[in-house]
C-alpha cells in the first residue's frame, strides 16, 4: 500500500524533520516500496512467540549509588551552540 | 627487512620491544604511506598527525626505559599505530560520525573500548570515515565524502566501517576500529581483504558509541590476520560498568598459539546461504574454501535457518526503529549546529531536516513509521517476534554443530553509484550479516580468494555466544596454511 504525501508529512512532523516537496515525493515512493517488502512478515504464523527486545537475560543490572565527579561542566557547554550563565540557551517555547 | 608499514601488529609489537624500530618510525611510515595514497582513498574524516607523534614519542620513551630495565613493558600494544572509526569517541578530538549534524562536536570523554587500547599504549593516526550514523553499506552514506576501496578505487570498501577497511588495506596501520550493527564491519572487511571480528552483543563496552541501533551495536576489529585481531579482542572485551548491556560473563584470553586441532569441529553449511543472486566467484570461493576446511580436519553438515529470509525486513523495522529514538538526541540544543533560534519546533525541524543526509532521514522517516501508533504491532511488535524465530534457528544449528560458514555478502565490492538510488537493493547487501546481529552472536570474516577483477571475497563463520575464540582460532589455522590474507592492493605497494 504506497504512502500518501499527507502520510509522510505526518511521519516527518513526528519525527521532527523539515522535508521539502522533493523529499517527500521520494519518501513516499521509497518508504512504500520498503514497507512492501516488510509486509511478507505478516505471513509469519508468530502465535506465542515471545518478542525479542535485547538478546540479553532480563536481568536488571544494580549498582551502587556512589556519588563520581562527571566529566568538565566547561567542555560540555563548549560545544553547545548556544549558551548562558553555565546554561543551554533555546528560543522561546510558547510564541 | 620488511616494509614498516606491511608489518602486522604483533610482529610490529615484538620488534619495537626489541629496540629493532621506534614507535616514532612506525607512526611516520604510516603518516607516509597516508601522505601518499589518502588523496585517492580518502579513508580518514579527521586525521591526528601531530599527536599520533606526539604518543609515539611517548611510547619509545617508555620502551626504552622497559629495554634499559631489561623487563617487558606492561602495556601490551604500546608503540602500535592504529585507527578509529568516527563513530567512537575519543576526548579533545572531533566525532561527527560521518554526519553533518555533529561536524563541530568534539568529543568531551573517551569510549570504554579506545580507552583500553590506549591504556595498551597504541598511537592513534585518526578517526575513519563511516556511512552517516553508520547507517550505509557503502561510505556512499558519509557527510565527509566516499573512501574508496584500495584494490580498486572505482568500487566502494563497504561500509559502514569503510574507512577503517580502507585504511588497513591500504597499510596506514595493521589495525582499524569499527561498528557491527548490521555487518558494518565483516562486509568492509570482506571487501577489501581483511580479518573482520563482530563480536557477541555486549561482549565490548559500547560506552562513548554514538548509538544507532542499540540492541544490534557492536565494537570490534579490523586487521590484517586472526592474530591481531585476538590481541585488540583480549584487550577490549569484558564487563564495563559504564554499559549495563556489557556481559558479566568472564573473558576467556585467546590465544593463537596453543596448539588447535580442526579435526572433529562441526562446521555447518546453512542451506538458506547459498542461493542464486549470488555472484559465482563468491559462491565458488567459499565452497572451496569450506572444502579445504574439511580436509584439514572439520566435519561438514548441511543445516537449515529457516527465517534467514526474514532477517532483512526484520533488521529494517528494529534498526530504524532504535534508531529513530536514539537520534532524537540531534535537536539543535545541546550539540552540533542549530538552524534556527525562531522557536522552538522550528529549531528541532530545521536543525535535523538540515543536518542529517538523505539515508538517516529516510531511517528515522522508516522507524518512526514503525513505531507510530496504529502501526507498531503490525510492523515493529511482529518484526520483534520474527526476531526470536531467527534467534531459535541459531540456537538450534548449534546443538548440532560448531561453527556455520557462509558468504558475506552476494558479491565482491561494487562500484560506486551502483546502489544509491535504490534503498531496497543496497540493503540487499546486508541479507548475510544481519542475522547474526539480531541473534546477538559474533562472527568473523576473513579472506578466501578474489574474483576475475581481483577484488577481494571473504567467508564468514558464525558462532554459539561468547565463541570468539573458536572463530578465531579456526580463522587462524586456516591462514596458516594459505595466503590469500597476505595479498596486498598494489596501490598500497608505492616504493
Keep these: ?30 518508504l512504500s516500496a520498503i514497507l512492501d517488502y516488510a509486509a511478507r512478515l505478516q505471513a509469519i504464523d508468530t502465535t506465542g512467540i515471545p518478542p525479542t527486545s535485547s538478546v540479553l537475560p532480563p536481568v536488571s543490572i544494580l549498582r551502587e549509588d556512589v556519588p563520581t565527579k562527571f566529566m568538565a561542566r566547561e567542555d560540555i557547554l563548549k560545544i553547545a551552540p548556544r549558551t548562558e550563565k553555565g546554561h543551554y540557551r533555546v528560543p522561546p517555547i510558547l510564541d | ?72 613493558p606492561v602495556a601490551s600494544m604500546l608503540g602500535i599505530p592504529i585507527v578509529v572509526k568516527d563513530v567512537l569517541c575519543l576526548k579533545g578530538v572531533r566525532c561527527t560520525c560521518g554526519s553533518r549534524i555533529l561536524d563541530n562536536f568534539i568529543a568531551p570523554y573517551t569510549a570504554s573500548a579506545v580507552q583500553k587500547l ?125 554499559d549495563a548491556t556489557s556481559s558479566r560473563q568472564p573473558v576467556d584470553e585467546i590465544n593463537l598459539g596453543l596448539p588447535f586441532e580442526l579435526k572433529g569441529l562441526k562446521i555447518g553449511i546453512p542451506k538458506e546461504y547459498f542461493i542464486t543472486g549470488v555472484q559465482e566467484e563468491v559462491n565458488q570461493a567459499v565452497r572451496t574454501a569450506i572444502a579445504l576446511l574439511e580436509s584439514m580436519g572439520a566435519r561438514i553438515h548441511e543445516v537449515s535457518l529457516p527465517h534467514t529470509a526474514e532477517a532483512l525486513p526484520v533488521y529494517y523495522l528494529i534498526a530504524p526503529a532504535e534508531a529513530s529514538a536514539n537520534l532524537a538526541r540531534f535537536d539543535g540544543v545541546r550539540f552540533g549546529p542549530r538552524a534556527t533560534d525562531d522557536n522552538m519546533a522550528a529549531m528541532y525541524k530545521k536543525t535535523r531536516g538540515t543536518g542529517f543526509g538523505t539515508e538517516v532521514k529516510r531511517r528515522i522517516m522508516l522507524g518512526t513509521y514503525a513505531l507510530s501508533a496504529g502501526y507498531y504491532d503490525a510492523y515493529y511488535g511482529q518484526a520483534q517476534k520474527v526476531r526470536t524465530l531467527i534467534k531459535r534457528d541459531f540456537e538450534a544449528a548449534f546443538e548440532s554443530v560448531d561453527l556455520i560458514a557462509a558468504p558475506v555478502a552476494p558479491s565482491t565490492a561494487f562500484r560506486f553509484g551502483e546502489h544509491i538510488n535504490d534503498p531496497l537493493a543496497m540493503y540487499l547487501e546486508d541479507v548475510f550479516t544481519l542475522p547474526a546481529n539480531l541473534a546477538g552472536i559474533p562472527g568473523l570474516t576473513f579472506p578466501v580468494g578474489f574474483d576475475q577483477n581481483k577484488l577481494p571475497i571473504g567467508i564468514q563463520l558464525m558462532g554459539a555466544p561468547f565463541s570468539e575464540g573458536l572463530l578465531l582460532k579456526t580463522c587462524h589455522a586456516y591462514q596458516q596454511i594459505t595466503n590469500f590474507h597476505l595479498q596486498k592492493p598494489t596501490l598500497a605497494d608505492h616504493p
Excluded at chain 1, 519525527?15 to 521520494?26: G, P, Y
Design chain 2, 118 to 242: 590506549l591504556d595498551a599504549g597504541v598511537v592513534v593516526l585518526g578517526k575513519t570515515n563511516t556511512d552517516e550514523f553508520a547507517m550505509g553499506s557503502s561510505t556512499e552514506n558519509s557527510g565527509y565524502g566516499s573512501s574508496h576501496n584500495p584494490w580498486n578505487v572505482n568500487h566502494v570498501p563497504g561500509g559502514s566501517s569503510g574507512g577503517s577497511a580502507a585504511a588497513v588495506s591500504a597499510r596506514y596501520t595493521s589495525l582499524g576500529l569499527g561498528t557491527d550493527t548490521g555487518g558494518s564491519i565483516r562486509q568492509p572487511a570482506s571487501f577489501c581483504g581483511l580479518t573482520g571480528l563482530k563480536v557477541t552483543y555486549g561482549r565490548i563496552s559500547r560506552y562513548g558509541l554514538v548509538a544507532y541501533g542499540s540492541s544490534l551495536d557492536t565494537v570490534g576489529a579490523l586487521a590484517r590476520n586472526a592474530g591481531d585481531i585476538a590481541l585488540a579482542f583480549n584487550l577490549m572485551a569484558g564487563y564495563d560498568p559504564l
Design chain 2, 1 to 72: 627487512m620488511e616494509k614498516l608499514t606491511d608489518l602486522n601488529t604483533q610482529a610490529a609489537v615484538a620488534m619495537l620491544r626489541k629496540g629493532e624500530i621506534t614507535s616514532m618510525e612506525l607512526t611516520q611510515a604510516s603518516l607516509d604511506q597516508i601522505e601518499r595514497v589518502e588523496p585517492v582513498i580518502h579513508a580518514f574524516i579527521t586525521l591526528t598527525a601531530e599527536q599520533a607523534l606526539i604518543q609515539a614519542a611517548a611510547a619509545d620513551i617508555q620502551l626504552q626505559t622497559a629495554r634499559k630495565n631489561g623487563t617487558n
Design chain 1, 1 to 30: 500500500m504506497p504512502l500518501t504525501p499527507d502520510v509522510v508529512r505526518k511521519i516527518a512532523d513526528l519525527a521532527r524533520l523539515e522535508l521539502n516537496e522533493v523529499e517527500i515525493e521520494l519518501y513516499c515512493g521509497q
